[in-house]
């Protein structure tokens, strides 16, 4: 009976073993989709997908209900299909390398973090299925889009990501300080066509001292000068043309680069923002005494729309602010970024993920995602014109919500990493950081940091394309 039951057991042994490699090998097996449509395709929008969510995002029920909507708006549309949604997700690369991330996948322009791009996802990694096929099968109009928003969907030239949102930098401010100054009259406010040149001139006049006449008790805004939203409209502030894709070079020594990259020291030398983020000598910290984000700064950056309600109640309690679009340079650059989603390139249901991923482009589904709590600004313009996605209640009815859609023909890229390869945006990145880092510290001249940058960017490039 021993040897008996000693078969018995390695044959459950060996079933049980059959029955958790099977569906393993299955899953390696499946066919990496391209989203290439033979001619006169007809795809099927029908049967069931997953939508993955990375849950840094989307932590709680308020901010997942501008996402759900979207979703439940393509189920009534296309009662045919079953959505399933996973929000708790903390890393998207087991499930990648086991292929069981869902058939649409949460993703920025940025890509996840400061460790990998968009790029990454799309080209070297190959997670990502192109949709430039799918758009015209579905006859997706892409003309109301705002240009700058949709560019970000594209890496070599194909769209391997659909934006959703209109994520470009603005500026907050304190609406008495500035009347204090005599800038603005009562009922007056910032106009969105303002330029560089009036950011600086208001500046100026907002730099107020202690009795000592050295510390500064007041300065005109805030400014992140190591974050890439904020530092890239200086490379094309003045037409420079930072990088070329064709010779495959990084050119930061050209003269209207170093030009626009010189406005943003010439903040710094004339005390005309609070250099956020960077490492400050003991002498420029004296000189700024206790002018902090929000605390003696007039303006304030703004990342992103959702964050706004956050950010304003760093202002004292009683100030009235309102909202400026980033000031345009002589080569209007706006800092813009986007959230957006994308198809698994080993999805099950490539028609059906397709459609729900394009259904963001759409009038219907653009206003389900923005009419609720957690959504964010439109990228369509004739939605992005009207008011039902603006903040509503008391202290922000009124507010000037045209500044985060101002200026839209003038977008540039506020990542680095979606106009270069990754490992040249990276280096680019951290030169432009110690850059500023060093020029605070009083440690090195800025434009022997520049050419050192370039230097090391177009070795990265020569590197990665040598035959």
């Known amino acids: ?36 449509l033979p001619d006169d395709y007809v795809p099927e929008i029908r049967g069931k997908v997953k939508v993955s969510c990375i849950n840094h995002l989307y932590q709680n029920e308020e901010s997942q209900r501008g996402i759900r909507s979207w979703l439940n708006a393509f189920r009534n549309k296309y009662p045919d299909v079953t959505i399933e949604t996973e929000f708790n997700l903390s890393d998207y690369a087991p499930l990648i390398a086991s292929k069981t991330l869902g058939d649409l996948f949460y993703i920025s322009d940025g890509g996840l973090g400061p460790n990998d791009t968009l790029y990454q996802y799309a080209v070297t990694n190959q997670t990502m299925m192109p949709l430039d096929s799918y758009v015209e099968a579905y006859g997706i109009d892409l003309t109301e889009i705002y240009t700058g928003i949709l560019d970000l969907s594209y890496v070599e030239g194909k769209m391997y990501m659909v934006g959703m949102t209109c ?45 000592d006449g050295q510390t500064l008790t007041q300065v005109g805004c805030a400014y992140n000068f190591t974050w890439q939203n904020l530092y890239s409209p200086f490379l094309y502030a003045y037409g420079g043309k930072w990088y070329d894709k064709e010779n495959k070079r990084v050119n930061l020594d ?23 983020g960077t490492t400050m000598s003991a002498a420029l910290q004296k000189e700024y005494g206790n002018c902090r984000q929000y605390n003696g700064c007039v303006f304030n950056f703004n990342e992103s729309y959702t964050v706004l309600t956050e950010r304003v109640k760093n202002y004292p309690k009683g100030v009235e602010w309102d909202c400026a679009p980033y000031p345009l340079f002589p080569n209007a650059a706006s800092p813009c970024g986007c959230l957006g989603f994308s198809v698994f390139s080993y999805t099950k249901n490539r028609d059906t993920a397709a459609a729900l991923a394009l259904f963001l482009l759409t009038e219907d589904g653009q206003y389900a995602l923005h009419s ?4 964010d600004v439109p990228i369509l313009k004739k939605l992005g014109e009207q008011d039902f996605w603006h903040l509503k209640g008391d202290g922000y009815d009124g507010k000037n919500y045209a500044a985060f859609t101002a200026n839209y023909e003038n977008y540039v890229p506020g990542q680095l990493g979606t106009c270069v390869p990754p490992e040249v945006a990276n280096i680019v990145h951290d030169g432009i950081t110690k850059l500023f880092n060093s020029y605070c510290s009083n440690q090195s001249a800025w434009e022997d940091q520049l050419a050192v940058t370039q230097e090391k960017a177009n070795q990265m490039w020569d590197t990665l394309y040598t035959d």
């Open 254 to 276: 050209n003269e209207n680069v170093r030009r626009g990259i010189s406005e943003a020291i010439e903040l710094i030398d004339r005390r005309l923002a609070y250099p956020v």
């Open 372 to 375: 609720q709590a957690g959504g």
């Open 1 to 36: 009976m021993k040897p008996f039951r000693k078969m018995i057991v390695k044959i459950i042994f060996v079933l049980l073993a059959v029955a958790l490699i099977v569906p393993l090998a299955a899953c390696d097996n499946r066919p990496r989709e391209t989203g290439e």
């Open 167 to 211: 994520g470009n930098v603005i500026f907050t401010y304190n609406v008495d300080a500035m009347i204090e100054a005599g800038i603005l009259a009562p009922g007056e406010r910032v106009a969105n066509d303002w330029t560089w040149e009036d950011f600086k001139d208001v500046c100026e006049r907002l730099k107020t001292y202690d009795v």
